[in-house]
């Protein structure tokens, strides 16, 4: 009997070993050699990811570009202290090198004689199968990839004059990894990964506004049909529009209801990363030891779930070999699980949720989120927005940034109106929402039944990796909106 | 802070340390000219190629120990072909002359099933670096991991034993030493190459009074080892930072004056530049369409761009397309006199590549009213009463609009004496009037990557709170 994460495996061997004339003795040499002279963990992280991107301005694709990453990273842990070195070259000399690199970073006091502890490194069982084995561009050729920014072009263009500006960015992605530690772990994966952004200005009356959409995740180029890049297009143009109208948001505290999908970046900020175990082993986050505690209202349900089948932050392995899965973060208001990566899970003695991931071979392994969200709730979005008298709908938003350690996030609308009596009026600019994390929560009073998820980038401590965010619409009191209007 | 001045150490670099890198300005030369060679022998119009390599080691520690020692080693070959008008670029992180011949054939291939954009060319050959000096940026400390941990060990030690009632941590304290090479090569012969280091020390603290915590940093970064900070210096820096924000309140809403500290004041500057970039100007993403000459800021300021500054964090003797850039004024008495322009927006605006690609240079923004005594005291007296902002968290600036909105911390100022630490509101204006506002500017230069600035008062802003 054959398992996908078998072949994934077999795939992954064959490109990063085989056709390096490496095996996985070499591989298992390297992990010997690697904790030789002490350390309770090791392990040997090889990729090759190849992006290609094109890009259209002003109605033309002018410019494309095309890049290989490869290497291997290897890293030896004692206790939490980590030693790391890596190299942009994949051989039996380099990983020679990166090991003796690596044993070279590791901090004096270790036993300078060398143990030689071997290494028997065995494949996982199943992984999370959120996506097949596929290339990302599944066979489209360059024509095909050309049509579909011309068409956002077409598209983005038909919907208003007042559209002025459009460019468009499609980027193809295909990475292949395969990790081998010195707890037994081999394991590969095939990611694909795809995404199509769009951003466009609109003009009116010497006033101009920006407008920008994006979606993708790890699914062929093909399946993101006319539908998908209608969406798009109807998301860029609208914000747009929306704000060559837009007045100074309203600043004080005030009820918000927040539209679905990417607004889900409040729970990525506001509670996300304080819910990462590396913040909670070293005691940096707001909600450290508030395990088992209520931090949010009734009937809010947060989860971060890797296996989403083809979604942006899904994984069918993280990049230590552990499979991704569903691990529920607050369940009806109360704080009940963690992400962990092996080296927080160990130090913790909590178990492994398969977060650890790492931007490249080049960088270190962290505990990050995967696909984030609240589930739904009973409440039709119309039902919210007519329960407000007076307040702010923001329906889109650009991004935020969080301090885990006292809890304070703040997130910018792009696209946001007021609500008076009920109905949603004019539309307001430069509105960024403030608060504390382990509060914000217990003020979300009414949860929409129309979970969506957007997709996002996120960033700690330097490295960037693909994620979702998502929620349905809710209604939040209490909040305070900074803007510049009275 | 006290502005430090930039020197330039002979000594250092007669006898130099071990760098940190594998191969010599002339090997990366050699895989450029040779990307160059395969472009031009494959019928590419024009060719750019840049070869750059990176190393060094970088160390963290937390509770006296090492948590993080990593060995940094990387590089990468980047080549842009052009095909009458159409761009293909490729990179990889070989540089076998195999490899490079995969790029080379890649990037060609990909530029031909383009569509042409008339002004995607190779830069000006008259404004090419060919003649412009060298710049001293190369100042390898050869320091070990033990040499870094130790430095990392004092920064901690420095954070943990500035005791107050309140009890300070260290989150990560670090240090940091990478040299790096580039070279650019273009198919119309011209190949230079120039090296650099870069020291760094940092310290994240927590500063903890009951339930509540508060975070703190500082860091120093120079080109060389005798241009940082103390260590003491940073780790005593970093812990009052959390310190003396234990105990914030919010602010309630209110339009008041604001003093933003040196150190965060850079951000405005950036802003301010972001409307003066060729794409910004070209696809008039900016409340300053066609700038030059129009009135940006009060006219008591300049802003000077300076490419040659020998240790310059910003510095370059020629920017990513070949281009030399030159000292000049960016603006001169509150008027936009010069752009940010790479070869194809300066072409697209009808103007000259400034020298640019790839990013501004070191920048300076001074005031004719700045008084050699008017440090931080002097400019807190200055505000009088309202808002000395330390802190920016994050939040928005809608270039189109100036519309600008951020997520702030800071200290409430009462008769230029601090009152309170303060938290959980925002700032918001709009740019346009922001930096027309600008009343004064502070003698506490702080130099924050490339930018030098000191603190700013902008007399009347709108704050959001409880």
């Given at each position: 009997?054959?398992?996908?994460?078998?072949?994934?495996?077999?795939?992954?061997?064959?490109?990063?070993?085989?056709?390096?004339?490496?095996?996985?003795?070499?591989?298992?040499?390297?992990?010997?050699?690697?904790?030789?002279?002490?350390?309770?963990?090791?392990?040997?992280?090889?990729?090759?990811?190849?992006?290609?991107?094109?890009?259209?301005?002003?109605?033309?694709?002018?410019?494309?570009?095309?890049?290989?990453?490869?290497?291997?990273?290897?890293?030896?842990?004692?206790?939490?202290?980590?030693?790391?070195?890596?190299?942009?070259?994949?051989?039996?000399?380099?990983?020679?090198?990166?090991?003796?690199?690596?044993?070279?970073?590791?901090?004096?006091?270790?036993?300078?004689?060398?143990?030689?502890?071997?290494?028997?490194?065995?494949?996982?069982?199943?992984?999370?199968?959120?996506?097949?084995?596929?290339?990302?561009?599944?066979?489209?050729?360059?024509?095909?990839?050309?049509?579909?920014?011309?068409?956002?072009?077409?598209?983005?263009?038909?919907?208003?004059?007042?559209?002025?500006?459009?460019?468009?960015?499609?980027?193809?992605?295909?990475?292949?990894?395969?990790?081998?530690?010195?707890?037994?772990?081999?394991?590969?994966?095939?990611?694909?990964?795809?995404?199509?952004?769009?951003?466009?200005?609109?003009?009116?009356?010497?006033?101009?506004?920006?407008?920008?959409?994006?979606?993708?995740?790890?699914?062929?180029?093909?399946?993101?049909?006319?539908?998908?890049?209608?969406?798009?297009?109807?998301?860029?143009?609208?914000?747009?529009?929306?704000?060559?109208?837009?007045?100074?948001?309203?600043?004080?505290?005030?009820?918000?209801?927040?539209?679905?999908?990417?607004?889900?970046?409040?729970?990525?900020?506001?509670?996300?990363?304080?819910?990462?175990?590396?913040?909670?082993?070293?005691?940096?986050?707001?909600?450290?030891?508030?395990?088992?505690?209520?931090?949010?209202?009734?009937?809010?349900?947060?989860?971060?779930?890797?296996?989403?089948?083809?979604?942006?932050?899904?994984?069918?392995?993280?990049?230590?070999?552990?499979?991704?899965?569903?691990?529920?973060?607050?369940?009806?208001?109360?704080?009940?699980?963690?992400?962990?990566?092996?080296?927080?899970?160990?130090?913790?003695?909590?178990?492994?949720?398969?977060?650890?991931?790492?931007?490249?071979?080049?960088?270190?392994?962290?505990?990050?989120?995967?696909?984030?969200?609240?589930?739904?709730?009973?409440?039709?979005?119309?039902?919210?927005?007519?329960?407000?008298?007076?307040?702010?709908?923001?329906?889109?938003?650009?991004?935020?940034?969080?301090?885990?350690?006292?809890?304070?996030?703040?997130?910018?609308?792009?696209?946001?109106?007021?609500?008076?009596?009920?109905?949603?009026?004019?539309?307001?600019?430069?509105?960024?929402?403030?608060?504390?994390?382990?509060?914000?929560?217990?003020?979300?009073?009414?949860?929409?039944?129309?979970?969506?998820?957007?997709?996002?980038?996120?960033?700690?401590?330097?490295?960037?990796?693909?994620?979702?965010?998502?929620?349905?619409?809710?209604?939040?009191?209490?909040?305070?909106?900074?803007?510049?209007?009275? | 802070?006290?502005?430090?001045?930039?020197?330039?150490?002979?000594?250092?670099?007669?006898?130099?340390?071990?760098?940190?890198?594998?191969?010599?300005?002339?090997?990366?030369?050699?895989?450029?000219?040779?990307?160059?060679?395969?472009?031009?022998?494959?019928?590419?119009?024009?060719?750019?190629?840049?070869?750059?390599?990176?190393?060094?080691?970088?160390?963290?520690?937390?509770?006296?120990?090492?948590?993080?020692?990593?060995?940094?080693?990387?590089?990468?070959?980047?080549?842009?072909?052009?095909?009458?008008?159409?761009?293909?670029?490729?990179?990889?992180?070989?540089?076998?002359?195999?490899?490079?011949?995969?790029?080379?054939?890649?990037?060609?291939?990909?530029?031909?099933?383009?569509?042409?954009?008339?002004?995607?060319?190779?830069?000006?050959?008259?404004?090419?670096?060919?003649?412009?000096?060298?710049?001293?940026?190369?100042?390898?400390?050869?320091?070990?991991?033990?040499?870094?941990?130790?430095?990392?060990?004092?920064?901690?030690?420095?954070?943990?034993?500035?005791?107050?009632?309140?009890?300070?941590?260290?989150?990560?304290?670090?240090?940091?030493?990478?040299?790096?090479?580039?070279?650019?090569?273009?198919?119309?012969?011209?190949?230079?190459?120039?090296?650099?280091?870069?020291?760094?020390?940092?310290?994240?603290?927590?500063?903890?009074?009951?339930?509540?915590?508060k975070q703190g940093s500082w860091s120093s970064v120079d080109r060389q080892l005798g241009g940082l900070e103390p260590?003491?210096?940073?780790?005593?820096?970093?812990?009052?930072?959390?310190?003396?924000?234990?105990?914030?309140?919010?602010?309630?809403?209110?339009?008041?004056?604001?003093?933003?500290?040196?150190?965060?004041?850079?951000?405005?500057?950036?802003?301010?530049?972001?409307?003066?970039?060729?794409?910004?100007?070209?696809?008039?993403?900016?409340?300053?369409?066609?700038?030059?000459?129009?009135?940006?800021?009060?006219?008591?300021?300049?802003?000077?761009?300076?490419?040659?500054?020998?240790?310059?964090?910003?510095?370059?003797?020629?920017?990513?397309?070949?281009?030399?850039?030159?000292?000049?004024?960016?603006?001169?008495?509150?008027?936009?006199?010069?752009?940010?322009?790479?070869?194809?927006?300066?072409?697209?605006?009808?103007?000259?590549?400034?020298?640019?690609?790839?990013?501004?240079?070191?920048?300076?923004?001074?005031?004719?009213?700045?008084?050699?005594?008017?440090?931080i005291g002097a400019m807190l007296r200055k505000l009088g009463t309202g808002l000395w902002l330390t802190r920016i968290?994050?939040?928005?600036?809608?270039?189109?609009?100036?519309?600008?909105?951020?997520?702030?911390?800071?200290?409430?100022?009462?008769?230029?004496?601090?009152?309170?630490?303060?938290?959980?509101?925002?700032?918001?204006?709009?740019?346009?009037?922001?930096?027309?506002?600008?009343?004064?500017?502070?003698?506490?230069?702080?130099?924050?990557?490339?930018?030098?600035?000191?603190?700013?008062?902008?007399?009347?802003?709108?704050?959001?709170?409880?």
């Amino acid at each position: 009997m054959s398992f996908p994460s078998v072949d994934r495996l077999a795939r992954a061997q064959d490109t990063l070993l085989v056709a390096n004339d490496l095996d996985t003795a070499k591989l298992q040499d390297g992990l010997s050699s690697l904790w030789a002279r002490g350390g309770d963990y090791g392990d040997l992280y090889l990729e090759m990811t190849t992006r290609d991107t094109w890009s259209l301005e002003r109605g033309k694709v002018t410019r494309a570009a095309f890049a290989i990453s490869q290497g291997i990273g290897a890293r030896i842990v004692t206790g939490d202290k980590t030693a790391f070195a890596y190299s942009s070259d994949i051989s039996g000399k380099a990983i020679d090198a990166v090991t003796a690199a690596a044993r070279a970073m590791q901090s004096h006091g270790q036993d300078a004689a060398e143990s030689g502890r071997g290494v028997r490194i065995e494949a996982i069982g199943q992984d999370a199968q959120a996506y097949g084995i596929m290339h990302a561009a599944g066979g489209m050729d360059t024509i095909e990839k050309v049509a579909i920014l011309r068409t956002l072009d077409d598209l983005a263009r038909a919907v208003d004059p007042r559209i002025t500006e459009v460019n468009a960015q499609l980027a193809v992605e295909d990475s292949t990894i395969l990790v081998g530690a010195t707890d037994g772990t081999l394991a590969g994966d095939i990611r694909p990964q795809i995404r199509i952004s769009l951003s466009v200005v609109a003009e009116s009356n010497a006033k101009r506004a920006s407008g920008s959409a994006g979606g993708g995740g790890r699914f062929m180029l093909a399946e993101f049909g006319s539908d998908r890049l209608q969406k798009l297009v109807e998301k860029a143009t609208s914000v747009a529009l929306t704000n060559l109208e837009a007045i100074p948001s309203p600043a004080g505290e005030m009820t918000v209801v927040l539209g679905n999908g990417f607004p889900g970046v409040l729970l990525h900020e506001a509670v996300g990363h304080g819910l990462e175990g590396d913040f909670h082993r070293r005691q940096e986050s707001v909600f450290n030891g508030m395990i088992g505690q209520r931090i949010a209202a009734p009937g809010v349900t947060v989860v971060d779930d890797a296996t989403v089948p083809g979604a942006r932050g899904s994984l069918n392995i993280d990049d230590e070999g552990v499979a991704g899965q569903r691990t529920v973060l607050i369940e009806d208001g109360y704080l009940v699980g963690l992400m962990q990566d092996k080296i927080s899970a160990r130090i913790m003695n909590d178990k492994m949720t398969g977060n650890g991931r790492r931007q490249s071979y080049a960088d270190l392994p962290m505990t990050r989120m995967t696909n984030t969200f609240l589930e739904s709730g009973p409440y039709d979005p119309a039902e919210i927005i007519a329960s407000v008298k007076n307040g702010i709908y923001a329906v889109e938003f650009s991004g935020g940034t969080v301090d885990i350690t006292s809890g304070q996030f703040n997130f910018s609308a792009e696209k946001a109106f007021l609500i008076e009596d009920g109905k949603v009026t004019a539309p307001i600019e430069g509105a960024t929402l403030i608060g504390v994390g382990n509060e914000a929560l217990k003020h979300i009073s009414m949860i929409g039944n129309d979970l969506e998820l957007g997709i996002g980038f996120c960033g700690k401590n330097g490295q960037t990796v693909p994620v979702s965010v998502g929620q349905p619409t809710i209604r939040m009191d209490h909040v305070v909106v900074g803007g510049a209007g009275a | 802070m006290s502005a430090r001045k930039h020197f330039q150490s002979v000594e250092a670099l007669d006898e130099q340390p071990t760098t940190y890198l594998l191969q010599s300005e002339a090997d990366l030369a050699d895989a450029a000219s040779y990307a160059i060679e395969r472009s031009v022998a494959l019928g590419a119009g024009g060719a750019v190629a840049r070869v750059s390599e990176g190393g060094g080691i970088s160390v963290t520690v937390a509770r006296g120990e090492v948590e993080n020692a990593v060995r940094d080693g990387n590089q990468s070959l980047q080549i842009t072909v052009f095909e009458d008008g159409r761009t293909g670029m490729a990179s990889s992180e070989s540089l076998s002359r195999s490899a490079i011949d995969r790029v080379v054939e890649q990037a060609i291939g990909m530029a031909r099933q383009l569509e042409p954009d008339p002004d995607a060319c190779l830069a000006d050959r008259d404004l090419l670096a060919w003649t412009t000096p060298e710049i001293a940026m190369f100042a390898p400390t050869g320091q070990s991991a033990q040499a870094l941990t130790d430095a990392a060990l004092a920064i901690e030690h420095a954070a943990v034993t500035t005791s107050t009632a309140d009890s300070s941590r260290v989150s990560e304290a670090g240090a940091s030493s990478q040299d790096m090479r580039f070279a650019l090569a273009t198919s119309h012969g011209f190949c230079r190459s120039w090296s650099s280091s870069a020291q760094h020390r940092w310290c994240q603290t927590i500063a903890q009074r009951g339930d509540e915590m508060k975070q703190g940093s500082w860091s120093s970064v120079d080109r060389q080892l005798g241009g940082l900070e103390p260590e003491e210096a940073i780790g005593r820096r970093a812990a009052r930072k959390a310190l003396d924000t234990l105990g914030a309140e919010s602010l309630s809403t209110r339009r008041a004056p604001v003093l933003v500290d040196a150190p965060v004041a850079s951000s405005l500057v950036r802003a301010l530049c972001a409307q003066l970039t060729g794409t910004a100007q070209f696809q008039r993403m900016t409340f300053l369409p066609d700038a030059q000459g129009q009135v940006i800021s009060a006219s008591h300021l300049t802003l000077v761009e300076d490419p040659f500054e020998p240790f310059g964090l910003a510095s370059a003797p020629f920017d990513e397309e070949g281009v030399a850039g030159e000292r000049r004024d960016i603006v001169r008495d509150g008027v936009v006199t010069g752009l940010f322009l790479d070869t194809r927006m300066a072409r697209k605006l009808r103007m000259q590549s400034t020298g640019n690609a790839g990013g501004m240079r070191n920048l300076s923004l001074v005031s004719k009213g700045t008084l050699p005594d008017d440090d931080i005291g002097a400019m807190l007296r200055k505000l009088g009463t309202g808002l000395w902002l330390t802190r920016i968290m994050g939040g928005a600036t809608n270039p189109a609009t100036g519309v600008y909105s951020q997520a702030a911390g800071g200290f409430w100022i009462e008769n230029g004496e601090i009152v309170r630490p303060v938290h959980g509101f925002t700032i918001a204006g709009n740019l346009q009037e922001m930096f027309k506002s600008i009343s004064a500017v502070g003698a506490d230069i702080h130099r924050s990557g490339g930018i030098r600035v000191g603190s700013l008062l902008l007399p009347d802003m709108q704050i959001a709170g409880r």
